[in-house]
């Protein structure tokens, strides 16, 4: 593979855009990627500094939802509850029963992922 400005052995890749780069013509960003110019080092980072917001609007995301379904477990649970000792319907009472443990497993799943650190 040949460099792209010089016609020489390429050395690396631009992490950004994909050029092929010579010896001279690497630059190395923040992060330790090498790049072929600022405008691709200014461009990785703002795609850098999106990931991140992505990622903690997810982690943000898991804990409302866990939240959520911790909240609907327990009123799932107050409903079984309720339905044994006032309308003793055996369906009802396993259907609400099992509605609050589906419903407090699902909020331990998203407390854990809500806990992850971000790699």
């Known amino acids: 593979m040949q460099c ?7 050395v690396a890749v631009c992490a950004y855009c994909g050029r092929a780069l ?3 013509c690497t630059k190395t960003t923040a992060s330790s990627r090498l790049v072929c110019s600022d405008r691709c080092a ?3 980072t703002r ?5 991140e917001m992505i990622l ?3 982690r943000q995301s898991a804990r409302a939802s866990a939240f959520y379904s911790y909240l ?8 079984t509850v309720g339905a044994w000792f006032y309308l003793p ?4 009472i396993w259907f609400t029963a099992g509605c609050s443990l589906v419903f407090i497993a699902a909020a331990i799943w998203y407390g ?3 806990k992850k650190p971000i790699a």
């Open 112 to 114: 854990r992922i809500g």
């Open 89 to 92: 319907v055996p369906f009802l």
């Open 56 to 58: 903690q609007h997810g």
């Open 72 to 79: 609907c477990g327990g009123l799932s649970a107050a409903g």
């Open 22 to 24: 010579c010896a001279d």
């Open 47 to 51: 795609a850098d500094t999106a990931l």
């Open 42 to 44: 200014a461009a990785l």
């Open 4 to 10: 792209v400005a010089h016609q020489s052995e390429a």
